[in-house]
Each structure stands twice: as structure tokens, then as C-alpha cells.
């Protein structure tokens, strides 16, 4: 059995989904996945670790794609802050009463992130050997080393950077930096709480941290801080009358406009923009995308469901793209339009069977082993139990 606090997160987490409160950050998640491969779809022009003959407006679709193709790397920092919002809506009052141990906290986050790391892990390490076989360099990322393999198994690729660099799967830099903010966000809340004096103060100390120094660890922190500010905003907002919630909303909105053509013009640099627009652009989804029809919201959370098996699936796919067409002898089309739309269809179609069949199924084997007395019972019960879960998962949503 999972503990009181465990349980009424999820309880809190599965009415907020009901009333389809979440479903603007579902949406939005799946937009920055998108953004994402759309950022990386400049990998199939790339001979070793670099572009050739390559021109951003070149890449198919651009009229109708170009802000992704432009500005899609900045779909992480997206993610970063929605993890915050999500974790101190969820988890942060039970951390700060210390009613949810660090053994169930760690649980609960290797088993949602860890076996769909390790598999692709090993397919891009498989993958990557093959192409350097065949073409005397690796595809895209050049360091695959035995050293950062170990750091890849710790999910700890980007945690010396810039002593490390991307390697194997690299889209999992991100999520290792989030390892660091997961370990932060459950000591500090441990110590210092998650109220607004807290929460504001560790911000605070975070943006001149960041000012100071531009390591990727520090931006990660600083965005997910930024989205619990957010929680604390999106609490402390309910109880306000709907005259000030929405001019808020309307202020916001007007502010994010100006951010966006400041940036257009060229008055703002697009890496110093998004301090403001991402913080921004997450508390309006939050809001204001709140569809009231069980259909639409199921399909938001559904698209939501994608993101973590699209973000580390869509490299090893580009990895065996590469692959089948230096095995025909042909050059990688990325030009091609039909290209660009398999890859996303192939990648999303992928994500949606890996994440029913691969993702919570054992996500829940590994809670229904790690359950406190699971190791007391005999070792037939036990593993009977941990088949009971992987079956049952097919019908359970993500915790």
C-alpha cells in the first residue's frame, strides 16, 4: 500500500485531471515535445558531428513550421518549469510535513524515468556502433565513450558539464539535470518548506545565481522554481474574486504579446525572452485551456502521455533512419516533406505503444516490488505480485 500522502496526491491529481484542469499543461507538454523534434530534425543533415550543406529555411514546411524550426530548443526549458508546477502541486506540502520518505520520493521517480532510459540507452549504443562500423564516425554525437556510458547509467550525463557533453541518447540531458532539481526540490522543501517565502527566496537566489554563472544546472533549477511559483500563484489565485483572476490573466497575456514581438523584432534575445515568456505562457495553459468535454480532455492528456517516450524515442529513430539509407547507398532525404511527416508519425505512434506497453507496465512492476514488506513474502508471492501489477498497468494511468 502506498502512504496516506502518496495517496491523496494522486487523488488530488486524478480530480484535477476530472475537471480537466491540468489538460492546458497536457497540451502544452506535447507542443514542446514537438518543438523539440522539430529542433532536432536538422540531425539527418548532419555528416559526423555536423551540419552540411544545411539552411534552416531549406527544412520542409518551414512557411508553416518555422517557429518550432527556430525556437524548439527552447521547448526544455518549457518542460523544466511545468515539472516544477506539477511537483510542488503534488508533492510539495507532503515533503515539507516529511510524511513522504526519500526511498518512496526516489521510487516513484526512477520507476516513471529510468526503464525507458536504459532501453533506448542501449539501442543508441547498439545503434551507434553499427553506423561507426560502417561510415568511420558516429551519427550526430560523437562522444560514446565507456566513461560516459557509466554517467548515462546514473542518468548523470550533464551533471559535470562542461567537463561532459551530449552523448549516446543525448536528449536525456535535460532529465538529468531534472535529477539534480528532483534531489534539490526534496531536501529544501524538507528544510526550508514550499511557502512563499521559501519558494520566492530559493527564486531569488537561483536568477543571481544564474546571472553569475550560465550553467545549465542553474537554468534547470531556476526554471523549475519558476513553476512553483506558479503553484503557489494558481493557489493563492483560487480564492480571489474572478474580476482580479482574470485581469491577471488579461495583464499576463498582453505582457507575453510584447515579450514575443520584442523578441521578433530583435529587441530581446530569444535566450533572455523566454524568462519571461515560458513562466508566463505556462500559468495562461494552466488557466484559461480547460476544456470542459471528458473527450477533448482525454485526448489532451492522451497527447500529454507522449512527451517523455517521444523526447528519448525520436534520436534512436533518427539513429536507424540513418542506418537503412547509408545500407541503400543513399544520402538522408531531409528536404523531403515525406520524410519530415514519417519521422513524426513513426515517432508518435511509437511513443503511444511504448508508453501502453513499455512505460506503465513497468513503472508498475518496479513500485510493486519496491513496496514496503514486498521482500518479507515468499519469492513466488512476490514475483506473482509484480506480474500482477505489470497486467494490471494496462489499465491504470501514470502516478
Not at 40 to 50: D, R
Not at 382 to 398: I, K, T, W
Amino acid at each position: 500500500m502506498q502512504n496516506p500522502p502518496v495517496q491523496r496526491a494522486k487523488a488530488d491529481a486524478d480530480a484535477a485531471s476530472g475537471t480537466g484542469k491540468l489538460a492546458g499543461i497536457d497540451l502544452l507538454r506535447f507542443g514542446s515535445a514537438l518543438a523539440v523534434l522539430l529542433w532536432h530534425y536538422q540531425h539527418f543533415s548532419f555528416v559526423a558531428s555536423q551540419a552540411f550543406a544545411f539552411q534552416t529555411e531549406a527544412q520542409p514546411l518551414f512557411g508553416l513550421l518555422s517557429l518550432f524550426y527556430r525556437y524548439g530548443l527552447y521547448g526544455v526549458q518549457v518542460f523544466w518549469c511545468i515539472s516544477g508546477l506539477i511537483f510542488f502541486w503534488k508533492y510539495g506540502q507532503a515533503l515539507a510535513d516529511k510524511t513522504v520518505g526519500a526511498g518512496g520520493f526516489f521510487l516513484l521517480r526512477f520507476s516513471r524515468l529510468y526503464p525507458l532510459h536504459l532501453i533506448t540507452l542501449l539501442l543508441v549504443a547498439g545503434g551507434q556502433a553499427l553506423y561507426a562500423s560502417t561510415h568511420s564516425w558516429y551519427f550526430v554525437y560523437k562522444d560514446n565513450s565507456l566513461s560516459s556510458f557509466f554517467l548515462q547509467l546514473g542518468m548523470a550525463s550533464h551533471w559535470f558539464f562542461p567537463r561532459t557533453g551530449f552523448s549516446f541518447n543525448a536528449p536525456i540531458w535535460s532529465v538529468s539535470l531534472e535529477v539534480i532539481a528532483y534531489l534539490f526540490f526534496f531536501c529544501f522543501s524538507r528544510v526550508a518548506g514550499v511557502g512563499a517565502v521559501a519558494t520566492v527566496g530559493a527564486l531569488a537566489a537561483l536568477g543571481l545565481a544564474r546571472y553569475a554563472s550560465e550553467l545549465p544546472v542553474i537554468e534547470c533549477l531556476l526554471f523549475f522554481y519558476l513553476g512553483g511559483v506558479l503553484a503557489l500563484l494558481d493557489r493563492r489565485s483560487a480564492g480571489w474574486s474572478a474580476v482580479a483572476r482574470h485581469g491577471l490573466g488579461v495583464a499576463l497575456a498582453v505582457a507575453l504579446m510584447g515579450l514575443c514581438a520584442a523578441t521578433a523584432a530583435g529587441a530581446i534575445k530569444p535566450e533572455h525572452a523566454i524568462f519571461g515568456i515560458v513562466p508566463v505562457m505556462v500559468y495562461l495553459m494552466l488557466q484559461y485551456v480547460r476544456p470542459a468535454h471528458a473527450g477533448v480532455q482525454k485526448v489532451f492528456s492522451s497527447l500529454g502521455n507522449l512527451t517523455y517516450s517521444s523526447y528519448l524515442l525520436h534520436f534512436p529513430l533518427q539513429l536507424a533512419i540513418a542506418l537503412v539509407c547509408g545500407a541503400l547507398g543513399r544520402a538522408i532525404p531531409w528536404r523531403s516533406p515525406w520524410l519530415l511527416l514519417g519521422f513524426l508519425g513513426m515517432t508518435f505512434v511509437l511513443s503511444f505503444f511504448c508508453y501502453r506497453h513499455v512505460e506503465r507496465p513497468l513503472q508498475a512492476w518496479i513500485r510493486a516490488l519496491g513496496r514496503p514488506g514486498a521482500l518479507g513474502f515468499h519469492q513466488r508471492e512476490y514475483l506473482l505480485r509484480a506480474r500482477h501489477a505489470l497486467v494490471g498497468a494496462r489499465n491504470a494511468g501514470p502516478q
